[in-house]
């Protein structure tokens, strides 16, 4: 009978390979703020994300708090599930960005998806804000 109740312990929910609200993330370009963050072990916290679904994915532009500041930031790299030809990342990855869509860091340093690319330049034509300087900062794609 002690079988039957030790076997009650385990978790038998999915694991959420989604980013959301208090989703821990990765600041993968060179900003101060986001070198600060990640040397003292305190990595930036999903906090708002602007979409309808409320579920980020790769090129979302999403709200994060970091070291007591709020900043925003786009998405680059999802641990979760991609769409096919989309590569799926080890952590998920951050480039923070000011309001207008200019990158606070000069450089990336790790691969972004070359599908980012259609991604952001529909959003700036329909956003208004320009991406196409986070593109041009980027040292290589997947």
């Known amino acids: 009978m002690s079988t039957i109740f030790a076997a009650r312990h385990f978790s038998t929910s999915g694991v959420c390979n989604h980013i959301m609200k208090l989703t821990r993330l990765r600041v993968v370009d060179n900003s101060t703020i986001?070198?600060?963050?990640?040397?003292?072990?305190?990595?930036?916290?999903?906090?708002?994300?602007?979409?309808?679904?409320?579920?980020?994915?790769?090129?979302?532009?999403?709200?994060?708090?970091i070291k007591g500041e709020k900043v925003?930031?786009?998405?680059?790299?999802?641990?979760?599930?991609?769409?096919?030809?989309?590569?799926?990342?080890?952590?998920?990855?951050?480039?923070?960005?000011?309001?207008?869509?200019?990158?606070?860091?000069?450089?990336?340093?790790?691969?972004?998806?070359?599908v980012l690319r259609t991604i952001l330049k529909e959003k700036t034509f329909s956003k208004g804000a320009d991406y196409t300087k986070l593109l041009a900062i980027a040292s290589n794609y997947v």
Request: overall charge positive.
């Open 72 to 114: 925003k930031a786009i998405i680059v790299g999802c641990v979760k599930e991609q769409k096919p030809n989309i590569p799926r990342f080890d952590s998920n990855n951050i480039v923070l960005i000011d309001d207008n869509g200019t990158p606070l860091g000069t450089r990336i340093n790790v691969p972004i998806p070359i």
């Open 34 to 65: 986001g070198k600060q963050a990640m040397a003292e072990g305190k990595p930036p916290r999903c906090i708002h994300i602007y979409n309808k679904k409320g579920i980020g994915t790769i090129g979302d532009k999403i709200l994060v708090a």
